[in-house]
C-alpha cells in the first residue's frame, strides 16, 4: 500500500484546520468580559440637553446658548479637558 502524497496532504490540512478551529472555540469561551465598564452614567442633564440639540437646525444653533455651552461641555468632558476660562474664545 503505497502513500498517495495529495491524499496525505489533504488530510494533515483539514486536521490542522480543525484543530486551529477547536483552538479558536476554547478561545473564545475563555474570553473574560471586564465587570467594570467606567463611569458611565445614564441619567444626565447633559444628555437631555443633547438630545435635544441634536435636531436644531444650523441657524437655530447659532442663537441658542444653552445648546452651544453643552456642545462645549461634552466636548471637555470626551477630550478630558479642563474647562477654559471666560472669556478665552
Do not use: K, N, S
Request: proline letters at 6%; hydrophobic letters at 45%; glycine letters at 6%.
Amino acid at each position: 500500500m503505497a502513500l498517495d502524497t495529495p491524499r496525505t496532504l489533504r488530510l494533515v490540512a483539514f486536521g490542522i484546520g480543525g484543530l486551529a478551529a477547536l483552538a479558536a472555540a476554547v478561545e473564545l469561551t475563555r474570553t473574560v468580559l471586564p465587570t467594570d465598564t467606567g463611569h458611565v452614567v445614564r441619567d444626565d442633564a447633559l444628555r437631555g440637553i443633547l438630545a435635544r440639540c441634536r435636531d436644531l437646525t444650523p441657524e437655530d444653533y447659532a442663537t441658542d446658548t444653552e445648546c452651544r455651552a453643552a456642545w462645549e461641555a461634552a466636548r471637555q468632558r470626551f477630550f478630558d479637558l479642563a474647562p477654559e476660562p471666560a472669556g478665552t474664545e
